[in-house]
């Protein structure tokens, strides 16, 4: 774990300076979803990756070798990707990160209804 962790603080630390210069202004209003050509193995499971507010999430992506599904920007600042079990963990470990969720279906009724 610590070893995990200590490969991906200094890609936190890179991303969030490479993004926090680089990032244009007109990036916070782009689409809410952006396709991908491509994403990870059917066998994985989609998660919905947030990261924090002022990030690129697609940056935040690359910079971990994923290719997202969709990248957010409006309704919250994240991805949709196919993750590996250690991707999630990998992402789950760094401090740029606020949550890795599973994807799952939602409902607007309580449990039973």
Known sequence: MRNRLSRALPVAVAVLAAVTVA????????AESVPA????????????????????????AD???ITPL????KTLNGFAA???PD?????RAT?????VEKDGGASSFGPGV
Not at 42 to 57: E, K, M, R, S
Not at 70 to 73: E, F, G, K, S, T
Not at 87 to 91: A, F, H, K, P
């Open 95 to 99: 401090a740029i990160v606020e949550s």
């Open 23 to 30: 990032l244009p202004v007109s990036a916070a209003t782009a």
């Open 87 to 91: 991707q999630v963990e990998d992402l």
């Open 63 to 65: 910079a971990y070798g």
């Open 82 to 84: 196919r993750l590996s």
């Open 37 to 60: 050509s491509h994403a990870g193995p059917a066998d994985h499971a989609t998660y919905i990756v947030t990261v924090h507010p002022g990030l690129d999430p697609a940056a935040v």
């Open 70 to 73: 969709h990248v957010y920007r």
